[in-house]
């Protein structure tokens, strides 16, 4: 089934929901206190767009496939035209690559439409 870029919809902003999974996922991560301070960061931060492929390349991810339940999912949201909330990505420098803290399935199953794809997300 092909599905056009531009029936990509975003939402004008992330989902408040977005921000504990986010913030649970990074307590993974870093210590508590710092990752406090991120999620500060990313409730303040402006939408950005980046490439599909290039958020994964950065990130250093593999692509998970539609046979996931949650990238099937939004794989059905995206072909219904449903508005996506966008990623929250943080820079990791001692890392090297990028975090995506909440969206990895809608990363994934946007990806798939097409890599060219702009992402809307924030980063800090």
Same mark, same amino acid.
């Given at each position: 089934?092909?599905?056009?870029?531009?029936?990509?919809?975003?939402?004008?902003?992330?989902?408040?929901?977005?921000?504990?999974? =986010?913030? @649970?996922? +990074?307590? %993974?991560?870093? /210590?508590?206190?710092?990752? #406090? !301070? $991120?999620?500060?960061?990313?409730?303040?931060?402006?939408?950005?767009?980046?490439?599909?492929?290039?958020?994964?390349?950065?990130?250093?991810?593999?692509?998970?496939?539609?046979?996931?339940?949650?990238?099937?999912?939004?794989?059905?949201?995206?072909?219904?035209?449903? =508005?996506? @909330?966008? +990623?929250? %990505?943080?820079? /990791?420098?001692?890392?090297? #690559? !990028? $975090?995506?803290?909440?969206?990895?399935?809608?990363?994934?199953?946007?990806?798939?439409?097409?890599?060219?794809?702009?992402?809307?997300?924030?980063?800090?």
């Amino acid at each position: 089934m092909a599905i056009k870029t531009q029936s990509i919809l975003w939402l004008d902003d992330v989902q408040a929901h977005d921000y504990p999974a =986010a913030e @649970s996922y +990074l307590r %993974l991560i870093y /210590d508590e206190k710092r990752v #406090k !301070v $991120i999620v500060k960061k990313l409730r303040k931060a402006a939408i950005v767009e980046f490439k599909a492929k290039d958020i994964f390349r950065a990130s250093s991810l593999s692509l998970l496939g539609v046979s996931n339940s949650h990238v099937a999912k939004d794989s059905k949201k995206i072909a219904k035209a449903t =508005a996506l @909330s966008p +990623l929250l %990505l943080v820079r /990791d420098s001692s890392l090297g #690559k !990028v $975090i995506i803290a909440d969206g990895y399935h809608r990363m994934c199953a946007i990806y798939q439409v097409s890599e060219d794809a702009l992402i809307r997300c924030k980063i800090v």
